[in-house]
């Protein structure tokens, strides 16, 4: 009881303070003239300053490596997960900020859970209860990061059978590389969005530094089809190779494979289908069997 007691105070300090502290912000910008030793100013309304909460303040305390982008050790992780994901965040802060509202969410819940299991008198369970939601709320940001690169992948392979169709149609008129590139990526998806990146960087770079910066925004690290399309891109640039012939043979390399995984989709629907019909009529027997049992 004391503790909660303890717990209780500290929260309504807390709340006591951010309210002080937001009435006297408020107070303190009403109006939009401003002076200063008798020079008048406006004042900046515009793009204001945000200014993080004290549960905020507390978070980047406990954890500054872990939300604090001027800390924090897996920069280099976040922004490569941000280009693999196609930028759900702006920046690798606007993602910290989000991970500490997720966080913070969990932390509540786990808190929440662990104090109802010591209120009950379950004192072993309830640190293992809080752990576990502190895990989970310092991982699922990345988690939901990574899910949001597959889909990208996804998504990509199916754009790319497009993209390669009107890239070829292109290049069979005669029109030049670089313009049927900026051509497909006016389509649309995330295949011919990395085609217009692509394209935007070799004006800026050279092919070899422009494909470097292209492949860093692959979703998929390890697709092949992508890799391979970059890779006779380079080759076009570098050793003038016809790149014709190999985006033909691509489009019907990525064809066969979307066969092959709405085939391989179609068949887990119909085991999971078939599962769940076995499973409804056992249960419709037992249900029916169930109230006789009773008399045995």
Known sequence: ????????????????????????????????????????????????????????ALILAAFPKRFDPRQAKD?????????????????PGAFYTAAMRTFSIYLAVGGLLAGA???????IAAPIIAAIFIFLGLRKPYTKMRQLAKQRAETMRNNMLIGLSVLSSLLSSGVGLQDALRRTSGVGGPFCNLLGLLVARMEVESFSEAI?????????????????????????????????????????????????????????????????????????????????????
């Open 212 to 296: 470097q910066t292209t492949e860093a925004h692959i979703p998929d690290p390890n697709d092949i089809e992508v890799a391979l399309f970059l890779g006779d891109v380079r080759d076009f640039f570098t050793t003038n190779r016809p790149i014709l012939s190999s985006v033909q043979a691509l489009q019907a390399s990525v064809h066969r494979i979307l066969i092959e995984d709405t085939e391989a989709r179609a068949s887990m629907v119909r085991q999971r289908s078939g599962l769940f019909g076995i499973l409804s009529i056992v249960g419709l027997i037992f249900s029916l069997v169930g109230p006789f049992m009773g008399a045995f």
């Open 75 to 91: 920069m280099a992780n976040v922004v490569n997960l941000l280009r693999r994901a196609g930028y759900p965040y702006d920046t």
């Open 1 to 56: 009881m004391r503790l909660l007691i303890f717990l209780g105070s500290i929260s309504l300090s807390v709340f006591a303070f951010e309210l002080l502290t937001g009435m006297t912000r408020a107070a303190s910008t009403l109006g939009r003239k401003r002076t200063l030793n008798g020079v008048t100013t406006e004042v900046d309304t515009a793009a204001p300053i945000k200014r993080r909460s004290t549960w905020d």
């Open 117 to 123: 299991l010591a209120f009950m008198g379950n004192l």
